[in-house]
């Protein structure tokens, strides 16, 4: 049996725990649930839903509670981003004392068919919220800061997204024109694949995909990884196929996914404040050329809305 096996909380007074702060915890369980193996879901459905009452569990009992095994625990805890169990237990029992004392909801809030809609309305205000945050905490700044850098100065910026990622990938390409760059969305995987073809260095294409697994998506970055463009990939699985193709990888996260609330849905909302993020860092980047074109799409917009047919 191995040492992450075996151990147990020391009797003194812990340091604080390497790995995830209780509120990324709950931002990991959420995010990689999905993508676990069914044992690994287990053990991280049990964390979510009781973490004051899994911290006080050995590894032994976790595994007994979960049907799993010891390894299997150990194992999901090195996912989350732990050492080992003894400091996802840790981080457990400090989620655990941050709910009590009101400063950190539960983990997970479902919507049932017979919720009233005032029920409705106040879960899926915290669900967005949750995504938000939860994006915001794991967000690698310094994987932002690279792709703000080459769409800073690119020739030339092409898009791909398919379905509610393509309304996201228009909304940025739309932010980047209205601060004078070139961009292009693309939702037609053929014309994706054209457009592609005509990248080169100096160039920037970006694939926005949940799943990480959207072929329609991927095979457009790759022939734009091959040409030799800056390649970004916004998506909620950081392990998913579409990031064997990208220079720069932008993670998102998003909500359990229900019967009345599609992946698509909340995808969507994490997606939108990267696509923010990126472009707020290029008009501070550009200010100087930023300012002045986005005066300039205020003005002729007013101007056609003022305007009389």
């Known amino acids: 049996m191995t040492e992450d096996v075996k151990e147990t909380f020391a009797p003194s007074a812990p340091s604080p725990a390497p790995g995830p702060a209780p509120a990324a915890l709950a931002a990991k369980v959420r995010t990689l649930g999905p993508s676990m193996t069914r044992s690994m879901q287990r053990v991280a459905e049990a964390v979510a839903g009781d973490p004051a009452g899994c911290a006080a569990l050995t590894v032994t009992g976790l ?71 939860d994006t915001a905490a794991g967000l690698d700044t310094a994987q932002l800061g690279a792709a703000v850098t080459a769409l800073a100065g690119a020739r030339r910026i092409d898009v791909y997204g398919i379905g509610a990622s393509g309304l996201v990938a228009q909304d940025l390409t739309q932010k980047l024109l209205r601060i004078g760059l070139i961009a292009h969305a693309h939702s037609d995987p053929h014309l994706a694949v054209t457009n592609a073809v005509q990248l ?57 996914e229900s019967e009345l609330r599609p992946a698509a849905m909340s995808s969507r909302t994490s997606q939108l404040l990267v696509v923010d993020c990126l472009f707020v860092g290029v008009a501070q980047r550009t200010y100087e050329s930023a300012a002045p074109a986005l005066s300039a799409s205020y003005e002729a917009l007013a101007h056609r809305h003022g305007a009389r047919p």
């Open 63 to 133: 595994a007994e509670l979960t049907g799993t095994s010891e390894a299997t625990v150990v194992r999901t805890a090195r996912l989350l981003g732990y050492p080992g169990y003894r400091d996802l237990r840790l981080a457990l029992a400090g989620l655990a004392a941050q709910q009590q004392s009101g400063r950190a909801p539960a983990i997970t809030t479902d919507i049932a068919v017979d919720d009233p809609l005032a029920d409705v309305v106040a879960k899926l205000a915290y669900d967005e919220q949750q995504t938000l945050a």
């Open 200 to 256: 080169r260095a100096g160039d920037v294409a970006i694939a926005i995909t949940h799943s990480g697994s959207t072929g329609d998506v991927i095979e457009p970055l790759r022939v734009a990884f091959d040409r030799g463009a800056t390649t970004v990939a916004v998506t909620g699985r950081p392990d998913g196929a579409v990031t064997q193709y990208a220079d720069h990888v932008l993670t998102t996260a998003t909500s359990r």
